[in-house]
């Protein structure tokens, strides 16, 4: 069995190869659409030449894979979309990370280290590139400004880190940090009374977002922005708030809503810790994809 990882979904070029060449089967799992994101993002248009050579080439790949696989319902539907027969598509979810368990005395500490004690902590921990729209935290944080109880926590690199910091500029209700080392992100998603998942409209299932597994098993409410026909809007719904992208205006009273309601925020929290359990949990994804593996090769 070769089994490739995309994206890059160029990659998968030399996993068709070395399948061809050790008479192996292939096995192609998706992580995003990546073309389909560059057009969402504004990289690529969608009429051009490169862009079209580059649907077709993507689907030629994924149709050379025995099994292909993806990590929502909705990315399995699209796979339909792309030409994969049913009997050779599945889902295989990312899992929570078991090393990120909830750490409360080191949530303690690093509101101290942040002088965040008193405050109501909305957290976004991640990447900061053009598809997570990030931009809407900064202005509805400006939204919230006489909120002195509310603090915007914003850890991560990428791209659009500059701009955003730029952005951000003479908000005190704001604080940038760089991504925390692995060993500390338990007391990092313990720390926040919410967490933050922005989502520009034209990602929308392209992409299941892979920190949701972890904030779910945080036990924390969840804050999305997404329209409610998409797989990031079932994920979220009944254990955190979904509000339409790039509505600043609806984040803030989300955000707002749950900041002065700390039993609807220990209700969420609580849903959230249970459908990570039934959906995120990584002895039955894997048990799933080790039986679907042995069918392949048998």
Not at 58 to 63: A, C, H, N
Not at 188 to 207: E, K, S, W
Not at 286 to 293: F, K
């Amino acid at each position: 069995m070769v089994f490739c990882v995309a994206p890059a979904l160029l990659s998968a070029l030399a996993a068709i190869l070395t399948a061809w060449l050790c008479g192996a089967r292939l096995w192609i799992h998706v992580q995003d659409f990546e073309v389909e994101a560059a057009f969402a993002t504004g990289l690529m248009r969608p009429t051009t030449l490169k862009a079209r050579f580059a649907l077709w080439a993507e689907g030629w790949i994924l149709r050379q894979a025995d099994r292909v696989s993806t990590i929502s319902p909705q990315m399995v539907a699209k796979l339909g979309e792309k030409g994969i027969p049913a009997e050779r598509r599945m889902e295989l979810r990312n899992w929570a990370n078991a090393s990120f368990a909830p750490d409360p005395a080191g949530a303690t500490s690093q509101r101290a280290q942040w002088s965040l004690e008193d405050k109501i902590v909305a957290l976004y921990s991640g990447n900061i590139a053009r598809k997570q729209g990030i931009e809407i935290l900064i202005d509805t944080a400006r939204l919230l400004q006489h909120r002195q109880d509310i603090a915007f926590v914003i850890c991560g690199e990428g791209p659009n880190r500059q701009p955003l910091e730029v952005r951000a500029a003479g908000l005190v209700n704001v604080q940038l940090h760089d991504l925390q080392p692995a060993e500390r992100m338990g007391a990092m998603l313990t720390m926040a009374d919410l967490h933050l998942l922005p989502q520009i409209a034209g990602a929308a299932d392209l992409v299941l977002p892979s920190k949701l597994t972890n904030m779910l098993a945080s036990g924390k409410p969840v804050v999305a922005t997404t329209e409610e026909w998409t797989g990031l809007y079932s994920e979220v719904e009944g254990c955190g708030v979904c509000v339409s992208p790039g509505d600043a205006a609806a984040l803030a009273a989300a955000i707002t809503a749950l900041a002065d309601d700390p039993a609807r925020r220990a209700k969420l929290g609580a849903a959230a810790t249970t459908r990570a359990a039934e959906r995120w949990q990584q002895d039955a994804i894997l048990a799933r994809a080790i039986t679907a593996l042995r069918e392949l090769v048998r």
